[in-house]
């Protein structure tokens, strides 16, 4: 999926957007000039889009609503610039969009079909079958359920049309604020989201159906924003340079802190130095790693820039409960912790990460087998605790709240938000997108990144990175969402030339610093005159 076209992108519900369309009225700008605004807005859009429109054949399915009438001004307004244009209009349109359609009849009087049942939808399919390109503006955000009647009928139609599909706010059968799928849905290869993003845009499945996403701005008077509030905010470079802890240029490695990773078992030596080398390259000046005894030799090869310890292992290979003690010991004077990358799961683990959620002054990044102990003992989650990032994929954030898996995909910022309330906690749900949540109830979605970060390993590196901001001076939440950012980034990156089937986490790891150069490169020096200083 791609978004274009804003630089602060932020999500609000159908809700606020209906709130924002009566604010507009009531401070005098009317739904038809709205309307107009939208219209023209996503006609110039797909201009964009496809500069060959003129002469192509265009085809709209409008819904009676608002909807409907955003598509048919659009179309109006292509078939204006030299598109042969044709309008199927589900039944009577009222208010605004009735406008509309008398306004293309005007121009168009041979290109427009009232259909009012299935049998004459039917006896218009050659004119889909003949497009150039679709538009589809049977449905917008007023949807509660799957799609009934005339409109599920022509949504079933598009569903097999072979001509490219533009869809007007959201394709037809989604629901706004959520990604589910509750019916048939259209596939669109371009959405445009009228004002604003909706949660349906970048939440899997239903992001999935919406191709490439543009926004397309609507002249809303700022008045009618006033008091409204997103229900997340896409991450951009611009907002992380606002969280990324700056370089003193006398700083040393005392000055960017210390991590220590806690974790790696027989098997999964791997996990712990992934974590290492992620704090490592996020810039923290000393990184330590406590790792079961027999592992020891490996993680010390794997990670020589660290400084690497072991602890009581049992037989299994994981860590013995007398570990804790010695996670405890190595845990003070250290900025922040990072426990869970290859961890393994049973009684010696389990009590290592009781340990240090229970000491209260500690500063935990928990990952991978550590959420995995949280979610068998989910007591101490309620307990009183120092500060905590969490980092769970959706398997794991299910087990920790007891829901179905894809209920938390599909309704991720919602989770997110509950989760870092309830647990008093960050919560980094990963993605794509990653929904990054304060305990204060904000969100971020990162939409960087690709399938390079589809592989065992990477989630570990995500972990260390986070631990390596925290500790060089981010906030906790800064240093989650700069964290996912510049690992998704890193992956973009490292796939320009290559394939992302074949990128590995430590890939990703080398082109780190890559990431934060570009990122870096947003921000003024904080040497020099008015730049931020060293804090």
């Known amino acids: ?146 799609a009934r009647g005339l409109p599920r009928t022509a949504i079933e139609l598009l569903r097999e049309v072979k001509a490219p599909m533009v869809a007007m706010d959201l394709p037809s059968g989604l629901l706004a604020d959520s990604g589910a799928i509750p019916g048939p849905a259209v596939r669109a290869d371009l959405t445009l989201a009228m004002g604003a993003l909706k949660a349906c845009h970048l939440l899997p499945p239903a992001a999935e159906r919406c191709g490439e996403v543009r926004v397309v701005e609507v002249a809303y008077p700022p008045a009618a924003w006033e008091g409204i509030a997103p229900v997340a905010e896409v991450i951009s470079a611009t907002l992380c340079t606002s969280f990324l802890p700056p370089r003193p240029r006398y700083g040393h490695k005392g000055t960017f802190g210390r991590v220590l990773i806690v974790g790696g078992a027989v098997g999964m030596s791997g996990a712990a130095a992934l974590a290492a080398q992620g704090a490592l390259r996020a810039g923290a000046g000393l990184v330590h790693v406590l790792c079961p005894e027999p592992i020891y030799p490996i993680v010390a090869g794997l990670v020589p820039e660290a400084l690497v310890h072991f602890a009581p292992a049992g037989a299994d290979g994981m860590f013995a409960p007398e570990a804790a003690e010695e996670a405890l010991r190595w845990a003070e004077g250290m900025d922040v912790i990072v426990v869970g990358p290859g961890l393994g799961r049973g009684p010696g683990p389990a009590e290592v990460v009781r340990a240090l959620v229970t000491a209260q002054a500690s500063r935990l990044v928990v990952d991978a087998d550590g959420l995995y102990a949280l979610a068998q003992d989910p007591k101490l989650l309620a307990k009183k605790h120092g500060e905590l990032v969490l980092t769970p994929h959706p398997g794991e954030f299910a087990r920790l709240v007891g829901k179905d898996v894809d209920q938390v995909v599909a309704d991720k910022i919602r ?22 949540a304060s305990p204060d109830g904000d969100v971020y979605l990162n939409i960087t990144g690709n399938t390079a970060l589809a592989h065992g390993g990477s989630g570990d590196v995500l972990a260390g990175a986070i631990g390596g901001l925290w500790a060089g001076g981010a906030s906790p939440l800064g240093a989650a969402v700069v964290g996912t950012y510049v690992h998704g980034r890193a992956a973009e990156l490292l796939t320009e030339c290559a394939s992302e089937r074949a990128m590995l986490p430590g890939d990703v790891l080398a082109a780190l610093p890559r990431a934060f150069a570009a990122l870096e490169g947003f921000a003024p020096d904080p040497s020099s005159p008015g730049g931020r200083g060293s804090g």
């Open 1 to 146: 999926m791609a978004i274009y076209n804003d630089p602060v992108l932020k999500v609000f519900s159908g809700e606020v957007i209906r709130a924002v369309d009566r604010r507009a009225e009531e401070l005098g700008v009317s739904s038809l000039l709205l309307m107009e605004s939208a219209g023209r807005g996503a006609a110039e859009e797909m201009r964009r889009w496809w500069p060959e429109l003129h002469g192509k054949r265009v085809v709209a399915v409008c819904g009676k609503g608002g909807n409907g009438g955003d598509a048919l001004c659009a179309l109006r307004w292509l078939g204006l610039w030299g598109a042969d244009v044709h309008a199927l209009v589900l039944g009577e349109p009222t208010g605004p969009a009735e406008e509309e359609m008398r306004a293309f009849a005007a121009s168009f009087p041979e290109g427009l079909t009232v259909v009012n049942t299935a049998r004459e939808l039917g006896s218009a399919v050659s004119q889909l079958e003949r497009a150039d390109l679709v538009l589809d503006g049977i449905l917008g955000v007023g949807l509660a359920g799957p």
């Open 415 to 436: 989770w997110a938000r509950e989760a870092a309330r309830n647990f008093q906690a960050v919560v980094a749900l990963k993605g794509p997108p990653t929904a990054i």
